[in-house]
C-alpha cells in the first residue's frame, strides 16, 4: 500500500478571474504532490514499502487547517487497517477538501479521480457536503463509503454506502433502553434550532414506536445561560412562602416568585417524569447539568447523546451526571479480543489510544479490504456478474473510465456482513446497520449497559 496526496483549494479560488476566464486552466486547480503527512505517525512508513496495490481509493477529507485532527484520526485508522490480510491490494490517495467546499470544487475532485482510475471514494466527514458526493458518485459511477449520516434525500444515492453512526439510531437506543427498564415518562430540554428540532422529533417517533410518554419539552436559545424558566417547564417547583429568606435577602437579590434561587431549592421540586433528555452542545450541558443539581431536580437517570462520551467532559462534569446515560459506536476499553488487538496495535505505531473516529476509518478500510477480495482485475471477470444500479447495464459495454467503480460497487454490495471494532454490522439497501454501545455513569464510573458485540 502506497499513499498519494492531491490538495485542492476551496471555493473562493474558484473565482479568481484568470479561472473563469481560461477553462482550460482547471485543471491547475489540482496540485499533485508526494510527500509524507504532516500531521502524525503513518503506518505506511514503517512496514508497508513498495509501489501499493492495484486498487486505488480516494479519502476525501480536510488534511489541513481547523478540521485536520479529525481527518487524522479517522485516515490513521483507515492506514491501520492495511495491516490487515489482503490489505497490501489497496492504494489511498489522499484529497484535501476543504471544510467549506461546496458543489463545483466537490465536482472537480470526482471529475479528476475519475480519470485516475479510482475505484472507491472514502468521505466526506460533514454532512453538510454528502450530498453533493451523492450527486457526482452517480455522475462519475464512484461508490462512496462515507462516516458520515446520511440526513435528507439529497444525501442518497445508490452509490452511497453508509457507515457511521447516526443520532437516530442514538436516540433509538435510549428510548428501546427506557421501555425495557420500565421508564415509562420522559422530558425534554432541547435547542431551538434544526438541530434540536430534528433531534426532538426522533425522541417523538421512538417514544410512541415503543410506548413512552413525553410529558413536556422545553426549548432553549443559543444565548440561555439561566434554565430556570426550562426547568419550570418540566417540574412543579414548591410555591415561596414567608419564612424561606429574610428580607434583607429579598431586597438584595431582587428575588420574584418566578426567579426565586434560594427559596425554591431548600425543597425539592415535584418531578413527575422517570427520565430526562438533555440536548446540546458540551457548553450548555455543563450548564444545564449543574444547574439541574443547584435545583435539586435530581434522583432519575440523564439521557445524553455521545457527546456525554468525553473522559475531558466527565473529568470536569461527571460529579453532575449521576445515573447519566449515553451512548456510543466504539469502546476502547472493551473486552473484545478484535478491540484489544486493535487498541495495541493503534497505540504501537501512533502513540496514543484510538477514538471513534479512528475505529469506523479502520472498520471502513476493513470493508474495503473485504470487498478488494472480490473486486475483478479484468472487464471480462465482471460482465454479468455483480447487481448494479438500475441503468446502467453491461460493463463491458460501458466506457473504460467507469470500469473500476462499477465494478467495486458491486464488490461492494457483496460484503452482507462485517465484525469490525465497532461492532457486527449487517448491509441493509447502502448502510451498514449496526448496534451501538451504550453506557451509564454511576458513583464515578461508567459502567455497559449494552454492547454491540
Known sequence: MITDFIFIKGNNELSRFLLICFAVMAFLFFVVIALPLSYGNTIYNKNMPGKGGTIKIAAVLPAKGRFAYFSKQFINGLLLSSNNPNGSKIRYMIVNLP??????????VFASLAKKGVSAVVGPIFAGQLKYFASDSVKFKIPVITPSPLVTKEDVSP??????????????????YAMDNGISSVSVIYPYDGYGQKLLAYIRH??????????????????????????????????????????AEEAQLGITPYNLMHGITKVKPHI????????????KLKLILTQLMYYNITGFPIFGLSSFDSKLFIEKYGFYMQDAIFPNGFFKHSGNNAVKKFDAAYKKYYREMPNILSAEGYDIGGILIKAAEKFPLRRAAVSGGSPMPLGI????????????GISFYG???????????????????????????????????????????
Open 272 to 283: 413527575p417524569f422517570k427520565g430526562l433528555f438533555v440536548i446540546g452542545i458540551p457548553s
Open 393 to 404: 447495464g453491461q460493463l463491458q459495454n460501458l466506457p473504460a473510465k467507469d470500469v473500476n
Open 411 to 453: 464488490s461492494l454490495l457483496s460484503v452482507k456482513s462485517y465484525k469490525g471494532v465497532c461492532g457486527i454490522s449487517r448491509l441493509s439497501g447502502n448502510r451498514f446497520k449496526k448496534n451501538l454501545y451504550l453506557f451509564q455513569y454511576k458513583n464515578n464510573k461508567t459502567y455497559i449497559l449494552e454492547s454491540p458485540f
Open 206 to 247: 421512538f417514544s410512541i414506536k415503543y410506548g413512552i410518554s413525553i410529558l413536556n419539552a422545553a426549548a432553549y436559545t443559543d444565548k440561555t445561560t439561566d434554565f430556570f424558566y426550562s426547568f419550570n417547564s418540566i417540574v412543579r417547583f414548591n410555591n415561596v412562602g414567608k419564612g424561606h429568606i429574610s428580607k
Open 159 to 176: 452509490y452511497i454506502f453508509s457507515y457511521g453512526m447516526t443520532l437516530k439510531q442514538e436516540i433509538k437506543t435510549e428510548i428501546k
Open 99 to 108: 471544510a467549506n467546499a461546496g458543489k463545483t470544487s466537490i465536482g472537480y
